[in-house]
Each structure stands twice: as structure tokens, then as C-alpha cells.
């Protein structure tokens, strides 16, 4: 019984990655059942995170792995908004400890172990008409295979812009827009024709015309859902925000 355990603990270790959060059902499928896990745990071979997850003792988690097993749980799980802006070095100033923002398809509460580790915020937000599990202009970070989905840049943006006068400030807003320099009109075009936010399709317009960014001369406004021909209007603690259709 003992060389059993033995050698499953062997190939634990040899599937189990340094860092990896790992389920139940992960661990069953190398034959580790929940009573063997538990006796794991209680020997120090484990370390339970929460119930039905676990990691090999006295690692640091891996973010990256961390968030492919948050995908396998939260519908439409992507890094978006200003955190992927930043991966793709679009920021405007490196915070001490950034904040990371998730968005998902559905409500969701992220695990204490996760959010202990990675301070962040969750956004449930269906910003475009798209499905879950085809998200426009999302895929895995730099297209690296077992890499954690991740808002290209021009989602990004808009994922960003959606959140001022929410959460998000319109000035550090306008400064990060200020690096979209090199931003794809085409792609940009195909996300606002999609967009189901009338803010988020004027202050996209708004501000790219106002820094004379290139990708901005290359949309057509009277092609893309800028809603009724009244001025959107919204008041924050940042003061009010006026957008003209």
C-alpha cells in the first residue's frame, strides 16, 4: 500500500508543474483519489488551497497557471481593460502593485486563494455581440500555447474606455489612449460595429479625433452605433462627462 502511494505521489509530482493549482478531478485522473489527497495534505505532499484544489507545499502560484484553471470555471474568463493594456506595455506609469482586472461572461465570485495571491477585480461585462466561447479579439497571451486568455489591445481599449465614469478616470484614460498610436482601425471598426455601449462607441471616437490618433481618421462615425443624435450624459465624482454623437 505504501509503494502504491509512493508511486502515485511520483507521478504527481512528475505531471504536477511547480506553481499549478490543480482539482479534484485533475488529481483523479492520475489516480489520486479525494481520501488519498487528504492523506496527502496531512503528510505535507499537498497543500489545500480550497476545497477540491491544491498545489504542490511551499510554492509561489503561478499567475498564469492560476488563471487557466479560472477559465475552466468562470465562463468567458479573459485578462482585459487596463491589465491587458499594460502586458502589451500600454500603460502610462507603472503602479507599485497593479490591480489586475478579469472580465467574464457571468456573475462570479473568485476564490480566496486566487484573490489573496493577485489582488484584482472581476467585471461581469458583455461589452460586444459575441458568444462565450468565442470572444472577439481574445486569445491566449502572445498566442503562446498553454498561455492565459488575454483582450488584445484594441479590446482592451474599449474594455477600458467602458469603465470611465464608473470606476476608471477619464484622464489616465485619455493618457493611455495616447499610446494607441499603432492600434488597427480595421479591428477597432469590427469591435464598435459590435459594441452594445453607445458611451463606449463616442468616447472612443471622441478622444481618438482629439489626439488625432491615426486609427480615428479611418472610422466612419455614421457606420457605427452611436446611438440617437442627443448627447450622452453621465455625472461621477470625476465631474460630468458630456459625449456629442
Not at 482601425?185 to 471616437?205: F, I, P, Q, Y
Request: proline letters at 5%.
Amino acid at each position: 500500500m505504501a509503494t502504491t502511494k509512493e508511486s502515485k505521489l511520483k507521478k504527481l509530482y512528475s505531471h504536477l508543474a511547480a506553481g499549478t493549482p490543480s482539482t479534484s478531478e485533475d488529481l483523479a485522473t492520475l489516480g489520486i483519489s479525494a481520501d488519498l489527497a487528504v492523506h496527502y495534505v496531512r503528510a505535507g505532499w499537498l497543500e489545500r488551497l480550497a476545497r477540491g484544489v491544491y498545489s504542490r507545499p511551499g510554492e509561489a502560484l503561478s499567475l498564469h497557471a492560476s488563471l487557466l484553471l479560472l477559465e475552466r470555471r468562470v465562463e468567458g474568463l479573459h485578462v482585459g481593460g487596463k491589465s491587458a493594456l499594460s502586458w502589451y506595455n500600454v500603460r502610462h506609469y507603472v503602479a507599485q502593485q497593479e490591480t489586475l482586472h478579469l472580465y467574464g461572461w457571468a456573475t462570479a465570485v473568485l476564490p480566496d486563494w486566487f484573490q489573496e495571491r493577485f489582488p484584482c477585480e472581476y467585471h461581469r461585462k458583455r461589452l460586444f455581440k459575441e458568444r462565450p466561447s468565442a470572444l472577439r479579439q481574445v486569445a491566449p497571451f502572445e498566442n503562446r500555447a498553454g498561455a492565459p486568455k488575454v483582450s488584445l489591445p484594441e479590446r482592451a481599449l474599449l474594455e477600458l474606455l467602458s469603465e470611465v465614469g464608473v470606476r476608471q478616470p477619464l484622464q489616465e484614460a485619455r493618457e493611455l489612449i495616447e499610446s494607441t498610436y499603432t492600434f488597427r482601425a480595421d479591428v477597432l471598426r469590427d469591435l464598435l460595429k459590435s459594441c452594445t455601449s453607445v458611451k463606449t462607441v463616442r468616447l472612443c471616437l471622441q478622444l481618438g479625433h482629439e489626439l488625432s490618433l491615426p486609427w480615428a481618421s479611418k472610422l466612419d462615425a455614421q457606420k457605427l452605433p452611436t446611438g440617437s443624435k442627443r448627447a450622452w450624459v453621465s455625472r461621477s465624482e470625476n465631474g460630468l462627462l458630456v459625449l456629442k454623437p
